[in-house]
């Protein structure tokens, strides 16, 4: 078990999400910031899908009732055990008892607790992720509240980690050839152009060609973007379709939105682009108040990416099982 | 959308030859939107429902999303040439005939008017009609529901009396009620959530249409038809 001792709000239990629903309205959901999830659960011995607490508000503290490999991963901050500073992206066993407590990063926006054998909360439509909209999924469908206790599955590989840990090379550094940089500090954002970018002056110049900044009414459903508004050169009726998470949709008053992982599984608004998909698990770390710019991708660098991604995720997991068959020979 | 040439290089984009031809987009690299041509109408809808039927043959498909005279299909993987998946679609498309869906019929109370009813005032200002006849109107149709989406188990619902027209609220309601009954411009339904809603409101209904315990979570699927049976009236 694991036990809240303290939390913000809208933290909650994710997964890779629950896609397949969309077709009755359900939203994928799942962790703004994939990726952690997947290098966070490899690094604990599990498969890269087992569900995982999103902390998005800090400080949240919480108690290991029974002795748990665990890593924090996402986060640029550094987690602290018993108040003993330890490194993210890294796995460590804790023992019954030792109290793990994560405080707020220094610029990234979220944090994953990955325990070996995963959060054991139900499965809701082949998925143990929170739905926030629809009140269903992870822990009682809701976010965390102090006091909640939350079970670990079974069969976890309780081999031990080194007593230093077992640590990642985290996706910013070990993807860093695949990742835009700017010189300016605003995260770059690669994205293609969608449906109506036709209908936007220049070659959409004033979108691709702007900072924009996440607004405070943003959260998992999506980002809403403050800059200069971009029009449309002629106003469309849009018939509802579905959309996924990172389209980027322009409602009337022209600032866009970036649909998020609890996306409306439909929408109306002209579509000037979308965000690749390799991206998204950036943009999911982005905070509130930052900048961003999208930059116009092409169909073949998304795939390059995924690639890169798909190389980067199996060299952990490959590894982290070698050194884990290493430890039980030798123990 | 209408089906607007475009005069810039949208990604993929097929210039329609006449008015027949589907138009194709995409969102992000591996989701491809096809929009029917044409009017908003029964017709456009059976094809769409034709190509869903097709498309669910196609192995490396991960979603096919009906839509509203369109449909979204998300693809497993990033496919290596989208040229290629482009001229699947349209060729899908072409071939696919009208066909009509057997459906269930769905009875669903309604107390009209009442607390729940916060617009419908506003309509019978904008139609001209008293309250009587709103209700009248809107219960004597029967719906087709044409696409699922938005909210779990929200039915986009198709067969609105023109005289009901309401566009939608230019500021959302904040906290609408689950279980409202609501007009969205040419389309009816039923709020499956509470909280923030474009539509407006004219009476609610209990009657529980989404349960993510279910193997079949939702209550409404395409093609079923739809009846409002006034429960009670409240004007």
């Known amino acids: ?48 899908g087992l569900a995982v607490l999103e902390i998005q508000t800090f400080p949240i503290r919480l108690r290991f009732d029974q002795r748990t490999v665990f890593a924090v991963s996402g986060t640029d901050g550094s987690p602290l055990l018993d108040g003993v500073e330890l490194l993210s992206w890294c796995a460590y066993s804790a023992e019954a008892g030792q109290v793990l407590e994560l405080r707020q990063p220094r610029k990234l926006a979220r944090a994953y607790v990955c325990v070996a054998g995963g959060l054991d909360v139900p499965s809701v439509m082949g998925s143990r992720s929170t739905s ?57 954002i690669r994205a293609l152009p969608a ?23 943003s959260d998992r459903t999506g980002y809403r973007l403050s800059g200069d508004p971009i029009m449309p050169m002629e106003s469309v009726e849009m018939r509802s379709h579905g959309v996924v998470p990172g389209v980027i949709q322009v409602p009337p008053g022209g600032e866009p939105i970036v649909q998020m992982s609890d996306a409306n599984t439909a929408g109306g608004y002209p579509k000037i682009a979308g965000v690749i998909e390799c991206d998204l698990w950036r943009l999911g770390q982005a905070r509130i108040g930052s900048r961003i710019r999208f930059v116009r991708s092409t169909h073949a660098e998304a795939r390059a990416v995924e690639q890169a991604v798909a190389q980067y995720v199996e060299d952990v997991r490959a590894t982290s099982q070698m050194v884990k068959r290493a430890l039980k020979a030798m123990a | 959308m209408t089906a607007t040439p ?184 039923v709020a499956m959530l509470t909280g923030p809603n474009g539509w407006n409101s004219i009476g609610f209904a209990e009657l529980q249409m989404f349960d993510p315990l279910s193997p079949t979570p939702a209550m409404m699927a395409p093609g079923d038809s739809v009846r409002f049976v006034p429960e009670r009236i409240e004007l």
């Open chain 1, 1 to 48: 078990m694991i036990e809240i001792i303290e939390t913000g709000p809208f933290n909650t239990v994710q997964d890779l999400g629950r896609p397949g629903y969309r077709d009755i309205g359900v939203s994928s959901s799942g962790a703004m910031d994939p990726l952690a999830v997947r290098i966070g659960n490899s690094l604990v011995g599990n498969d890269e």
């Open chain 1, 132 to 188: 926030l909209r629809g009140g269903f999924g992870g822990h009682a469908g809701r976010p965390l509240e102090k006091g909640d206790r939350i079970a670990i599955g079974e069969g976890a590989d309780m081999l031990s980690v080194p007593a230093s840990g077992l640590a990642a090379v985290e996706p910013t550094a070990a993807l860093a050839d695949f990742v835009p940089q700017s010189d300016d500090g605003a995260l770059l």
């Open chain 1, 195 to 217: 449906g109506e970018h036709g209908l936007f002056a220049e070659d959409g110049m004033a979108f691709w060609g702007q900072t924009w900044r996440i607004s405070s009414r």
């Open chain 2, 6 to 189: 475009n005069k810039h290089n949208l990604p993929y984009e097929i210039i329609p030859a006449g008015t027949s031809r589907a138009r194709i987009s995409s969102i992000g690299a591996r989701s491809f939107l096809l929009e029917a041509p044409g009017d908003f109408d029964l017709a456009a809808q059976r094809r769409i429902w034709a190509l869903t039927q097709t498309l669910k043959g196609w192995a490396d498909l991960a979603e096919i999303i009906p839509g509203m005279t369109n449909l979204l299909a998300i693809f497993k993987e990033m496919p290596e040439d989208p040229d290629e998946v482009v001229g699947r679609l349209l060729s899908a498309w072409d071939s696919s005939q009208s066909i009509d869906l057997v459906g269930k019929t769905i009875e669903i109370p309604v107390h009209y008017g009442g607390e729940f009813a916060t617009d419908l005032a506003a309509l019978c200002d904008l139609s001209g009609l008293a309250g009587r006849e709103v209700v009248r109107i809107h219960h004597q149709a029967t719906y087709r529901v044409f696409a699922l989406g938005s909210a779990p188990g929200f039915g986009y619902l198709h067969g609105l009396d023109p005289r009901l027209y309401m566009p939608r609220k230019t500021v959302p309601s904040l906290k609408m009620a689950k279980g409202c009954v609501t007009i969205g411009g040419m389309q009816t339904g």
